[in-house]
């Protein structure tokens, strides 16, 4: 990975000087990466419930499931990943010896193991879905700890065939349409913000399922990750994104009073539709949650709270995310609140909007 | 001082229990949040052989914020700079309370065995990386051999 090592000090993922506070030291890798950059996982993988649960019903064989494929293409997280297959064995032994207390409940879980590799082949390598789209997903950057919020929008999810575009503007009259367009449409993204160019930006994918972004000649400006990619009213090149990025379309005018004078701050991810469906993972989250509440003689066998490393038993008060982590909400308090109804999950990165409509499936 | 939170003492614990092989980290008694930390470089890296000592402390709201950790040992890295400083993702933007001291210090590891001049912190390395990265590594192994290892020596 090293070796390609992407261009140009104009790289907004690049500091130029000692930075006091680093926008990202994030990405270190910027080079358009072979394998659509999925930063999620970030080595978390070997943290979050998700390995703890498998290695109880997957005793003998390693994890070579989709840890490896989730893998970000940041060198240093990469090879962390590595390290971490070791860790996660040792762990894994732990896990098995304890789990044999329990095994009523493996075995019935184990009936449906196989079904993950089918969900798992959905979607290849790339991230593209079975349709041959790549998806895009931006939701609002909400921080209540800050005054500065940005205009508050509904999640947006695109999805494009390689080589498309679709544009980023100023919502109109005329592009009306857009603003109602359905989830998974490949209409523009408009914004109800006066600081947003009717043509401000776009997005590219290239046939990796790697994405793009460019200025295209704003007025007020396109930031990726806190950088500002072309002075006002010039075309900047396309920029490399990764999974996480942040891109900010203007700058708040009159400070931002008033709605329609914010700036618009997401966060962007990348091809990640496949977990947005219900995998076999929520399933069995959702089953070992319902045991924890009937059966309170066996020991639970689900993972402790990543945040207070204590066991999760019953009677606590919990808060599952829609990726199906659980915390005790006591320690995970702080991070919903402060960017309510928008959920960043600690353990797998995903975000997640908390307002979503109950009844929306089935 | 207030008492120190639950889990920073499981976290000390299993530190102790379930070491991560080629990295300690041991707290001082009068401050349980200040650990002395080394960390040995990745064996297909130009730090192979070294053993670089580090400090870690870990902030009032951790672990909501990250720990802070600086290299004390000197390091020709394009990601750490003259005062040890070190420039990683995870110890800043992507900080995240499901990480923990073991799995920071791990990825300063990985981090030593996958420089990366483009995204630099210590701009003269990463020039120089990026000029000759021949040269370059071999200056990472001199000065591993003149300020890792002679602390091993003595």
């Not at chain 1, 994030?26 to 659509?36: D, E, H, M």
């Not at chain 1, 994405?211 to 490399?240: V, Y």
Request: aromatic letters at 8%.
């Amino acid at each position: 990975m090293l070796q390609n090592l992407g261009p140009s000090s104009s790289n907004p993922h690049s500091h130029s000087s000692p930075p006091t506070s680093t926008p990202t030291g994030t990405s270190p890798a910027q080079p358009p990466p072979p394998i659509g950059g999925r930063r999620s996982s970030f080595g978390l993988n070997f943290l979050s419930n998700f390995n703890a649960m498998r290695s109880n019903h997957q005793p003998a064989s390693p994890p070579t499931d989709n840890t490896h494929s989730f893998m970000s293409n940041s060198p240093t997280i990469a090879n962390l990943n590595n390290y971490a297959m070791s860790t996660t064995l040792h762990d894994e032994a732990v896990a098995n010896a304890q789990s044999s207390t329990t095994n009523s409940d493996s075995d019935n879980l184990q009936l449906s193991e196989p079904e993950t590799d089918l969900l798992e082949s959905e979607e290849d390598r790339n991230g593209m879905d079975k349709d041959g789209f790549f998806s895009v997903r931006l939701t609002p950057l909400i921080d209540h700890s800050s005054s500065a919020s940005g205009l508050y929008f509904s999640p947006v999810i695109r999805k494009i065939k390689p080589e498309a575009n679709i544009s980023i503007g100023r919502y109109t009259e005329k592009n009306k349409a857009a603003a109602h367009a359905p989830q998974g449409s490949s209409a523009p993204i408009v914004f109800k913000s006066k600081v947003v160019s009717r043509s401000h930006a776009l997005f590219q994918c290239n046939e990796d399922g790697q994405w793009f972004l460019k200025d295209c000649k704003s007025s007020s400006g396109t930031f990726l990750n806190h950088i500002r990619l072309s002075p006002a009213s010039q075309e900047s090149s396309l920029m490399p994104l990764v999974d996480g990025d942040i891109v900010q379309l203007g700058m708040d005018y009159r400070g931002g009073a008033e709605e329609v004078y914010r700036c618009v701050k997401m966060r962007c991810e990348f091809n990640k539709s496949w977990q947005r469906k219900v995998n076999q993972f929520n399933l069995e989250i959702h089953k070992k949650l319902k045991n924890l509440q009937i059966n309170t003689e066996e020991p639970s066998d689900l993972a402790e709270c990543a945040i207070c490393l204590n066991k999760i038993e019953p009677c606590q008060a919990l808060f599952i995310s829609p990726c199906s982590h659980a915390w005790h909400y006591k320690c995970i308090r702080p991070i919903i609140i402060k960017s309510y109804p928008q959920f960043y999950c600690p353990n797998c990165r995903t975000m997640c909007d908390l307002e979503t409509d109950l009844d929306e499936d089935e | 001082m207030a008492a120190l939170p639950k889990r920073i003492i499981k976290e000390t614990e299993r530190l102790v229990s379930d070491p991560v092989p080629g990295i300690t980290a041991t707290p001082l008694e009068e401050n349980l949040r200040y650990f002395e930390v080394t960390i040995d470089g990745p064996s297909s890296s130009p730090y192979a052989g070294g053993v670089f000592q580090l400090e870690l402390y870990l902030p009032d709201d951790y672990p909501m914020c990250a720990p802070k950790v600086r290299f004390l040992t000197k390091i020709y890295h394009p990601n750490i700079d003259k005062l040890g400083r070190i420039c990683l993702d995870v110890l800043k933007d992507n900080w995240s309370p499901a990480l923990q001291i073991r799995t920071i210090l791990l990825s300063i590891q990985a981090l030593l065995g996958a420089p990366n001049p483009d995204d630099p912190l210590a701009n003269d390395v990463a020039e120089d990386w990026k000029k000759d990265e021949k040269k370059a590594i071999e200056v990472a192994k001199e000065w591993t051999v003149r300020f890792a290892k002679a602390k091993l020596e003595e």
